[in-house]
């Protein structure tokens, strides 16, 4: 059995996924209004290290860390500069004396899949592994990789009819390519995209199915579940 547990009486929501008894995941996430995981702006680079890191202002205290030698950055970094405007994610929150991390690979997750501007194709779950099932959610997502968006495609996708993942899909990717254009006309710093709640995000990424049970301390988490 899948056992969820929502711990959030820390100044962070803590949430593990246990699978017979042993400990997949673990997930925190901050309970202010500080940027969150998921969260995207466009913001502007204040500076440009040697080591090839950059300091991009998104409206916070302190500017996000932005690595720019991976080479999935390297696709949309290439002519970073001071003053340029950027839209990022947040990728890590910022922890005590850390500072959030931010990458330019933008991306919405659904339920059953992940749309990211990378152009690295199209991913599908390891843990799918009927061959014919695999190649079928390859054809689902090959419409929509296109122009530098990739799509992954969630374990979730294994029992799901087709027209709902596709759905998914065709939604988030007008969803993802919207925001991209916004900031293009939004002065920096700014907020683009609010990811969802801690409850929304428990269901959308970890509950799988009916036979999950959620294990959670504080009523009004659990009313929203």
Known sequence: MRKIYIDCLSKYYRIALLEDGKLQEIVYTEKDEKASVGDIFVGKIEKVLPSKIAFVNIGEEYPVFLQLTDNKEKNNTFKAKPGQDIIVQIEKEAYNEKRAVATTCVSISGKYSVVVFDNSGIGVSKKITDNDRREALRKIAEPYNVDGYSIILRTNCENT????????????????????NKGVYTKAPALLYKDVSVEEKTLRDLYSSEEDLIIVNDRKVYDNI
């Open 161 to 180: 009819p087709n027209d709902e993942i596709e759905e998914e899909i065709s939604v988030n990717l007008k969803k993802l390519k919207d925001i991209k």
